[in-house]
C-alpha cells in the first residue's frame, strides 16, 4: 500500500513539474523600458505605475505576455498598442488608504503584504509563455520618468 502511494505522488508530482517557470533571455528582446508613478488628484482616486514596453522585433505568434512585476506589484493587465509598444498598469494602494490624526478614523486600512520574491530598484519581472511552457525575464536598468499627479477634480455647483 505504501508502495502504490509513493508511486502515485512521484507521478502526480512529475506531471505538475511541466508548468514549470524558467529564465529566459533570448525569446523577448527589448529596444526600451521605462515606467512612471501616477496619483489620482482625489482621495481613494487611485494609483498605480505603468510600464511602458518596446520591443525590438514583434512577437512570434506562440509567445504569450502573461505578467509584469516591478518591486513587489504584479499586473496581468498589459496591452498591446502595437506590434512593438506594451503598456503594462499596476495598481497601487498609496491613494486608497486613510490617513488621519486620530488611528480610529484609520480603521479599515488593510496592512501593507510584501511579495515573497521583491525585485531591486530598477529591475523588473516579465512572465511569459511559449506553447506550454511559462518562462520569466528579469530586466535591468529600468528608468523611472517623472510621476504624474492628475490634478482633482472640481467640485460641481449644485
Not at 48 to 54: E, K, Q, S, W
Not at 85 to 111: C, F, M, R, W
Not at 147 to 153: F, N
Request: overall charge neutral; glycine content about 6%; proline content about 3%.
Amino acid at each position: 500500500m505504501r508502495v502504490l502511494i509513493n508511486l502515485f505522488l512521484i507521478s502526480f508530482l512529475s506531471c505538475s513539474s511541466g508548468k514549470e517557470t524558467t529564465q529566459d533571455n533570448d525569446s523577448i528582446k527589448i529596444q526600451e523600458i521605462y515606467y512612471q508613478k501616477w496619483v489620482a488628484g482625489i482621495q481613494g482616486g487611485g494609483s498605480g505605475i505603468n510600464v511602458h514596453l518596446t520591443l525590438e522585433e514583434g512577437l512570434n505568434e506562440k509567445i504569450i505576455l502573461d505578467k509584469l512585476q516591478i518591486k513587489d506589484v504584479e499586473t496581468t493587465i498589459i496591452q498591446k498598442t502595437d506590434d512593438l509598444h506594451y503598456v503594462a498598469s499596476l495598481k497601487t494602494k498609496l491613494n486608497q488608504l486613510t490617513l488621519d490624526e486620530n488611528p480610529i478614523n484609520e480603521y479599515g486600512n488593510e496592512a501593507p503584504q510584501e511579495k515573497e520574491i521583491r525585485l531591486k530598484e530598477g529591475q523588473v519581472k516579465l512572465f511569459f509563455t511559449i506553447g506550454t511552457k511559462q518562462f520569466y525575464k528579469i530586466i535591468e536598468n529600468v528608468k523611472e520618468k517623472p510621476m504624474i499627479a492628475y490634478p482633482s477634480m472640481n467640485k460641481s455647483k449644485n
